[in-house]
């Protein structure tokens, strides 16, 4: 990615994940998010959130902005990358 400040998290499961995910995204299941909040929190740079449509990561940016991080939803994993882009 050109913005090296941007971390695209797919809160995909794990098998949906390994079957295809945006270029250096980390992987962290909707299921684990309120779990790994204080650890996200202390992600550097904007934080993007995909899945396969943007239906879960829209329930993930709920979650992390109730507890205060600024996130954006970047839609399904293929568009991820280019959302991150237009930051």
Known sequence: MKNSNI???????????????AQGAINIPLNEIE???????RIDGEIVLCC???NRSGMAQSIL????????NGGSWFAAENYAMAL
């Open 7 to 21: 971390t695209i998290i797919d809160v995909r499961s794990e098998g949906e994940f390994v079957m295809g995910h």
């Open 35 to 41: 779990d790994k909040a204080e650890e996200i929190s």
């Open 52 to 54: 396969a449509s943007g």
């Open 65 to 72: 902005q109730s507890k205060g991080i600024d996130c954006h």
